[in-house]
């Protein structure tokens, strides 16, 4: 398998992520449906987590190990330790900063009205827009989280080739294709809780920002190989992801905790069997 066609597979695992895109056009009213599929969502992120802390953390220690048995540097443990530190530091508090300075500066438009009939129309049609925007930025910072995750995964299938390994290289590229097709709804997850319908442009850019990077990846792995770059993204990932699943289930707390409940049991099962597959490839 030459770099190009590596490549080409590995944009291909990355936009397998449009596959559970489309759900966010489908219009749900029930409360109970809509606390369902905001739990699954939250479900995949919380295996995401604990995935991919597991994988960020795995080179941390090897480097510590191999300093103690004098087979590494105690420079390199600690330049891992400060990666790992700040990148979770910037991926947990960002999208929170940013978050405050977009709420700050969206201006609140209140159209004319008389008396207290019109009042009332107005303040439910500005709290309907703060939540569609709330979701919808919820939407794309699950994008971003997912999107740092899957450059590494990137990473994991251009390393691969670029070491001789076609054949685990071809067996993550088909591992991170079923993942990613659960990760798709992981992303309209809030938009369905809060009943908006995603315009196909917004779906488009989320999935381009979700699945793009694994592309990226693949063209970095290729090129050469940095325990550096694997280990920040990762708990970049980590921190964002960290960060809107404490958005995420609160809601799903107030449309019904015992719905919630079922819809994360099914959201971690459906991750770690899609998981599966990469474990099977020895990724």
Known sequence: MSTLQTILLGAIAGLTIFLGLPLGRVRTHGLRVRAFLNAIAA????????????HATEPVEEAMNQARGGGGTWTTFFGLSLVYAVGFGV????????????????????????????MATTEAEVVRSSNQATALRAGMSIAAGIGLHNFSEGLAIGQSA????????????IGFALHNTTEGFGIVGP????????????L???????????????????SFDSVFVYVGC????????????????????????????WGLLVGVLAGVATDLVVVAAGG
């Open 91 to 118: 991926g947990l508090l960002s999208l929170f900063y940013v978050g405050r300075a977009l709420i700050r500066r969206a201006p609140v438009e209140r159209s004319p009205g008389v008396g207290p009939g019109a």
């Open 43 to 54: 479900g995949i992120l919380v295996f995401l987590l604990f995935d991919i802390l597991a």
């Open 234 to 261: 990762l708990a970049l990932a980590a921190g964002a992801i960290l960060y809107v699943i404490g958005e995420v289930l609160p809601v799903g707390r107030r449309l019904s905790w015992e719905v919630t409940l």
């Open 204 to 222: 488009a850019l989320a999935g381009l920002i979700g699945g793009g990077p694994t592309f990226l990846g693949t063209v970095v792995g290729t």
């Open 191 to 202: 938009l369905a809780a809060a009943g908006v319908r995603a315009s196909w442009r917004w």
């Open 162 to 173: 670029h070491s001789g390994e076609i054949s685990l290289a071809a067996l993550l590229i």
